[in-house]
C-alpha cells in the first residue's frame, strides 16, 4: 500500500494509492532537447515512458521515424499538420482564404505518416488571423477546412483534433477558449473532430479546469499538461494537478496526456513528478 504521507521528488505528487497511473505520453519536441531528435524515441523509453508525441514529423521519412517506435516499442499518438513556415512565426495555415491548396496538400501529407506511424489522431493548428481579415472570415474558412480534412481522415479511422491556445503565448491565433472551439465542432459537424484539451494553456485562458472537463470529457480526444507560470513540470507551479488526475480517473478518461513543457533542467532528472506516481 501507498503512504500517502509520502513527500514525492522534485515538487511532484501522489495519487491516492487505489487509482491506476494515468498514461503519459513524452512530447520528444520539448522533452530530451539535449539529443538529436531520432534519438530521442530511446531516451524516452529508457526513462519509462511507453508512448510519445511530437511537434512534426514531415523532416524525416516516416519510415525512420517507425523504425524508431519499433525498436523501442513505442506507440505514437499524436503530431500536427504542416503549420507553414514555422521559423518565420507562422502556426498554422486553415484559416487562410489563401492557402486552401496547401492546406489540402497537408492533410494528404498528415493522413500518410499517421498511416504509416500508426497514428490515430492530428492536430490541425487554426493559425494566426491573417492582416487585414475579418475574424469572422477566418472563422468561417477554419470551419471550411476543418470539415475537408476531417472528410479525408475519417475513412481511415483517424481523428481530427483542435486545440485552444493562450494568447499570451501565441498573439493572434484564431483559437484561444475552450467554448469557442466547442462552438466550432459544433458547427463544422464532423463525427470526428474532437477537442485538445491543453490544461496548461486553458488555466491561462479561462481557468476552471476541473468544470471543463467534466462538463466536456466525451468531447475531449487528447490531454496535454504542464505548469504555469513557467510552462514547466507539472506541481512546479499553481495547478492541482493531483485533483485532476484524481478527477480524470473518476471520470474514466483512458486516453493518453502528453507531456507538452519545457524542462526546468535535465529532462531526465525532472521526472520525479512522473516517478512519484509509479
Not at 494515468?22 to 523509453?45: C, E, I, Q, Y
Not at 523504425?67 to 486553415?94: C, I, K, S, T, Y
Not at 475519417?154 to 486545440?163: N, T, V, W
Request: charged share 20%.
Amino acid at each position: 500500500m501507498m503512504d500517502n504521507n509520502i513527500k514525492p521528488p522534485s515538487g511532484g505528487f501522489l495519487l491516492p494509492y487505489n487509482l491506476p497511473m494515468p498514461k503519459f505520453a513524452a512530447n520528444l519536441s520539448m522533452l530530451f532537447t539535449d539529443r538529436p531528435f531520432l534519438d530521442r524515441f530511446g531516451a524516452a523509453r529508457a526513462a519509462g515512458f511507453e508512448a510519445v508525441e511530437f511537434l512534426f514529423p514531415y523532416a524525416w521519412p516516416a519510415e525512420q521515424i517507425a523504425a524508431q517506435l519499433r525498436e523501442h516499442g513505442l506507440q505514437l499518438v499524436l503530431f500536427n499538420l504542416h503549420p507553414g513556415d514555422w521559423d518565420a512565426g507562422e502556426r498554422g495555415m486553415a484559416c487562410h482564404p489563401d492557402r486552401s491548396d496547401e492546406f489540402q496538400a497537408s492533410v494528404a501529407a498528415a493522413r500518410d505518416y499517421a498511416l504509416a506511424l500508426g497514428v490515430r489522431q492530428v492536430h490541425c493548428m487554426a493559425g494566426k488571423i491573417p492582416p487585414g481579415l475579418a475574424p469572422e472570415q477566418a472563422r468561417a474558412t477554419y470551419i471550411d477546412n476543418l470539415r475537408y480534412a476531417a472528410g479525408l481522415l475519417a475513412p481511415h479511422g483517424i481523428k481530427l483534433l483542435i486545440e485552444p491556445i493562450n494568447h499570451f503565448d501565441m498573439p493572434g491565433y484564431l483559437l484561444n477558449r475552450s467554448a469557442q472551439a466547442l462552438a466550432i465542432i459544433d458547427e463544422a459537424g464532423c463525427p470526428n473532430l474532437f477537442l485538445q484539451y491543453d490544461i496548461y494553456h486553458m488555466q491561462r485562458m479561462e481557468g476552471e479546469l476541473s468544470n471543463t472537463i467534466r462538463a466536456n470529457l466525451p468531447r475531449i480526444a487528447h490531454l496535454q499538461v504542464a505548469d504555469t507560470p513557467g510552462r514547466h513540470e507539472p506541481g512546479t507551479g499553481e495547478i492541482n494537478y493531483r485533483h485532476l488526475y484524481t478527477l480524470l480517473d473518476q471520470l474514466g478518461y483512458d486516453g493518453w496526456i502528453g507531456c507538452e513543457y519545457n524542462p526546468a533542467g535535465d529532462t531526465r532528472a525532472g521526472l520525479g513528478w512522473l516517478t512519484a506516481l509509479t
